[in-house]
């Protein structure tokens, strides 16, 4: 059992990764969010991106789907922290 979308398919970590926006998308949409978080301070920021990201897991079920993007995320998170403090380029 899984999440099921209107095709009646279940909806994995491996296809919801495989559908993501194309990267220009995500860094236009980053770059729309920004300015609604400058200059409110870390920690109100922190705990807005925390439950913005708390909405987004509650819809993963079963647990093992769960566990699955939880790993992506911080996988993710991780390698872009990485990125940016390496000097790579971030979205404008």
């Known amino acids: 059992m899984g999440v099921f979308d209107e095709g009646n398919e279940v909806w994995t970590a491996e296809r919801i990764v495989g559908e993501q926006a194309e990267a220009a998308t995500m860094e236009e949409i980053v770059a729309r969010i920004k300015p609604l978080l400058a200059g409110i301070g870390p ?43 390496a000097g790579g380029p971030r979205p404008t």
């Open 43 to 85: 920690k109100k920021q922190g705990f807005i991106l925390a439950d913005l990201a708390a909405i987004w897991m509650t819809g993963f079920h079963p647990e093992p789907v769960r566990h699955e993007m939880k790993t992506m995320f911080l996988t993710t998170l991780s390698e872009l922290v990485e990125h940016y403090e």
